[in-house]
């Protein structure tokens, strides 16, 4: 019997955890001609650095298949063989049962162009630059070239679609799974031992393509392509993309007929949290726990690297600040923690490590002001990546009721509701996992894992431990979230040590005044870091700074441009003293750099994907990618053109450059984009 308890009563956890004052009044609603060889990654993403030469060849790339031999294949193609002898026209759509995968290979392309590569991804995966020059890497990209597989021989190793579900918008949808997204294989960086599995996103039909084409757009993989790179670029974690490749012979068809794409992209994992809402739809218990074991032994180091339990973890007086703490390590994977009624077992260290990793994320978001768009399950990685790119953007005008994605109409996906949101879809994770945490020390009797709880009365029991240890988890969720957030407040501020007060005095009132007066939230924050404290030593001074925050065209929001100038004024008064206690005097140099390697001045905002999709599909130019790329791999520059990058002279577009890093046009603020992809 599949334990059903805490599927109920999680549910009901919900609403009492987002009422709950502290959570959201502290998030801040309140208040080739392709590659140069110079363009190579910054080091600010999460490999570090290690450009230089070297690399390996796709050929000699080293490569595994171990998500495929884990977990259970589609019986309709049991091996790979199976699948190649079936014609391409034969896929449909289909319920795919007792299984995490179907072996299919990708649809045969035309001519594909390769648009662009990332330098940084690249370096990542420890490939050689050379490499994205050749026949090889485009056909790669494409999906015409397999490697592992012996077409002679039909044997070694092949793609795969992944089968998950998911709650989309609240409602449960059933499976939805790969439905254009096809993985080749997973490769180790030698050098900084990360394992990925490489993906191409517009890759053909699958048995999960559902009511649609298996294709992806041009327009919504340019902007996949290059928010990736964007976001690890920020130290913000997310999936990678490494190639974006046009296929000029489709035709795709969404509101008008559209070029079609792929984007080779790679994660340490492309699991989901609807993979664990599928099989528990399913009732199959035992691929629960097979899949979170892979999770915890194949991709997140190890049983042992997974956070022992807290000293106090149910105090939140002491908890607020040491639950935020980086927890001790090295628990054995037999080791049950704490007493009796909240039982830790290794299956919650997963589970916490997955809440906090969570937590982590989408504090930067915030902090950031980026937005998903679309935080359905099947949109949340167990790893806190972020994850799909559809309708995402980041923040113009700071509005914390800012949604980029047009169908949202309830505002379920917006700013304010992302730290909600990632922690509603980690209660559905603790309920696909809800038996494992439950069972405490018995989790692993041979009777409950052959056929789960015994009776009823064992089930309730079950029930409330689990219950509580979710209900547990979301306050370490809750103290992670903002310890990170305001860590990265106060870095953007140019502060080095938070204190209690800054969140309202400085923080909240400083989100209050943007929105008020509708001022661009990142552009704010560099501009900050090349305020000199002595122009803010009068107030006249201080009123003649604010204008450097508003828009050149005005201050749009409430009382304009007078009552920018006073309530701007007064904020940086407050700063400037904060300042002066962390920094001293005289230190604006040192202070301009630190908060310069936290405000980045470019960002992908979505009128600049605009400009560059227009650019690429009506104008022909392709250049514009490189140089896109380039600045998202270097977000925290003042300039570009001109400049050297590991050590060599870049060549840019200064007009370029200046533009996409002032003023967002004024009708272009704020946009919103469909779901059409
Ligand atoms: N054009 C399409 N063809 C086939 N399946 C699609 C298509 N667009 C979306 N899907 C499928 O619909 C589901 C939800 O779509 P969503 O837009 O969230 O995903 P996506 O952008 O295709 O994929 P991913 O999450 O892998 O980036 C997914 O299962 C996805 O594979």
Partial sequence: MLFRGTVCRALA???????????????????????????????????????GGGGHTLASLPKTWHF?????????????????????????????????????????QQDPELL???????????LAPAEAATDDFRQTAAGNRLWGWDEDRLEGGYPWAQCYGGFQFGQWAGQLGDGRAISLFETTNGRTGTRYELQLKGAGLTPYSRFADGKAVLRSSIREFVV?????????????ALALSLLPHQKVRRETIEPGAVVVRFAQSWIRLGTFDIMRARGDRALIRRTATYLAEDVLGGWEA????????????????????????????????GPEDAQENRFQRLYREVVR?????????????????????????????????????????????????????????????????????????????????????????????????????EGERLAQRAESLIMQAGEEYKAVFLAEYKRLMTARLGLREHRDADFDDLFSALLDAMEALELDFNLFFRRLSSVRLADLAAEQGRRDKAAVFFYKDGVTGIGGEEEGRKRIGEWLDKWRARVVEDWGEGKDQERSRAMKGVNPSFIPRGWILDEVIQRVDRDGERDVLRRIMHMALHPFEDAWDGQTFDGAVYKGDREEELRWTSDVPRTQRAQQCSCSS
């Fill in 357 to 457: 990793r969570n937590a982590l994320t989408v504090a930067k978001w915030q902090a950031y002001g980026f937005m998903n768009g679309v935080l359905n399950t099947d949109n949340t990685s167990p790893l806190g990546l972020s994850i799909d790119f559809g309708p995402f953007a980041f923040m113009d005008n700071f509005d914390p009721s800012y949604t980029p994605n047009h169908d949202d109409h309830f505002l379920r996906y917006s700013y304010r509701n992302q730290p909600s949101i990632i922690w509603w879809n980690l209660v559905r994770f603790g309920e696909a996992l809800g038996e494992l945490l439950g069972a405490g020390a018995g989790v692993d009797d041979p009777r409950f894992v052959e056929s789960g709880v015994a009776d009823d009365a």
């Fill in 228 to 240: 990736s790179e964007a976001l690890n670029a920020l130290r913000i974690p997310s999936t990678r």
């Fill in 13 to 51: 956890t919900v609403p009492r955890l987002q009422q709950q004052r502290l959570f959201l009044s502290q998030t801040p609603t309140t208040a080739t001609a392709i590659m140069t060889a110079n363009s190579s990654g910054d080091g600010t993403g999460e490999e570090g650095g290690g450009g």
């Fill in 306 to 337: 997974l956070p022992r339990r807290l000293p106090n973890p149910d105090d939140p007086v002491d908890g607020g600040g040491a639950l935020a703490e980086p927890p001790a390590r090295g628990a054995g994977k037999d080791e049950v923690e």
């Fill in 116 to 126: 662009a590569v990332s330098p940084a991804a690249l370096r990542d995966l420890d």
């Fill in 68 to 108: 495929t031999s884990s977990l259970p294949a589609d019986q309709m193609f049991p091996t790979p063989a199976d699948s190649h002898r079936t014609p391409r026209a034969d896929i449909r759509p289909r319920q795919v049962r007792n299984a995490l995968f179907t072996w299919v290979r990708p649809e045969t």
